[in-house]
C-alpha cells in the first residue's frame, strides 16, 4: 500500500490481487494463448462481447453525462468515437471472419453474464461519480493489455498462422490498446491521489466487483453459457 492516504491503481490491484491474477490468468485465455480453446467457445464469447462493446459505448456517453470539465468532456468523446468508429467496427469485421454476421449479432439474446456485468457498470456510473465510473471500466481497459502481455509471456503461447486467435492477441498488444491502456492508468492514478481511505475502500468494492464480473464472462465463453 502507497504511504498514508495517496494511492495508485496499483493498489486496487494489490487489495484484490486474487481477484485480479483468477481474471488475467483465466483457462478461458490461457487457452486462447495456447490455440486450443474450442472454436464454439470463442464464438460464444465474440458475440456476448459485440453486446458488451454496445453497453460500453453507452457507458462512455454516460461518462461525458457525468464530466465536470471540457477536459473530462473530451475524454469522454474521444473513448466514445474509439469504440463505436474503430473497436465496434472491428469487432464486426472478426466476427464476420469467424462466421458470424451483423444480422446475427443485431439479433443475439444476451446472455446473464453480459447483462450482469455491463448492466453493474452503468449502475456504478449512475449512483457515483466519474472516477467511480472509470474504477468500474479499468478492469475492461487496463485489463485486457495486461491479459495481451502475460499471454506473450508465457512459454506455452502460440503466436502466428498456427494459432487460430492470433488476430484477437495482436489487436489488445497493439501500440494503440496499449496507449489506451497506459493513458486510463494515469488518469485514475492521478484521482486516487487525493482519495481518503474510507473512499479509497469504496472503490476497492468497485474495483473488486467488475474484476469478478470479468472473471465470469470467461466463464461464459468457456460454458457456452447463455
Ligand atoms: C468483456 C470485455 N472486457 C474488456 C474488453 C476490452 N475492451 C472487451 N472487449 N470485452
Known amino acids: 500500500m502507497s504511504n498514508g492516504s495517496r494511492y495508485r491503481f496499483d ?9 485480479w491474477q483468477a481474471y488475467i490468468q483465466h483457462d478461458f485465455v490461457a487457452q486462447l494463448g495456447d490455440g486450443t480453446l474450442p472454436s464454439d467457445c470463442f464464438q460464444h464469447y465474440l458475440k456476448q462481447d459485440y453486446l458488451f ?38 469487432h464486426v469485421d472478426y466476427c ?11 439479433a443475439l439474446p444476451e446472455a446473464r453474464a453480459t447483462m450482469a456485468y455491463t ?11 466519474l472516477l467511480d465510473l472509470h474504477v468500474a471500466l479499468a478492469p475492461c481497459v487496463i485489463g485486457y493489455g495486461e491479459i495481451a502481455n502475460w499471454i506473450n509471456r508465457r512459454p506455452t503461447t ?10 484477437w492477441i495482436a489487436m489488445y498488444e ?6 489506451a491502456m497506459a493513458a486510463e492508468r494515469t488518469w485514475v492514478d492521478a484521482r486516487l491521489v487525493d482519495v481518503t481511505p474510507a473512499r479509497f475502500d469504496e472503490l476497492v ?3 473488486r466487483d467488475a474484476t469478478r464480473l470479468e472473471i465470469d ?7 457456452r453459457r447463455s
Open 11 to 19: 493498489d486496487l490491484k494489490a487489495v484484490c490481487a486474487n481477484d
Open 53 to 90: 462493446l454496445i453497453h460500453f459505448a453507452r457507458a462512455y456517453a454516460l461518462a461525458a453525462y457525468k464530466s465536470r470539465t471540457l477536459a473530462e468532456l473530451r475524454q469522454a468523446h474521444e473513448g466514445l468515437k474509439a469504440i463505436v468508429d474503430l473497436e465496434l467496427g472491428l
Open 96 to 106: 464476420r471472419k469467424w462466421g458470424i454476421s451483423e444480422a446475427e449479432l443485431e
Open 119 to 129: 448492466r453493474y457498470v452503468l449502475d456504478t456510473g449512475h449512483r457515483g461519480d
Open 158 to 167: 502460440v503466436r502466428g498462422g498456427d494459432n487460430p486467435f492470433d488476430a
Open 174 to 179: 497493439s501500440d494503440e490498446f496499449q496507449a
Open 205 to 207: 468494492t468497485v474495483f
Open 217 to 223: 464472462f470467461w466463464q461464459m465463453g468457456l460454458e
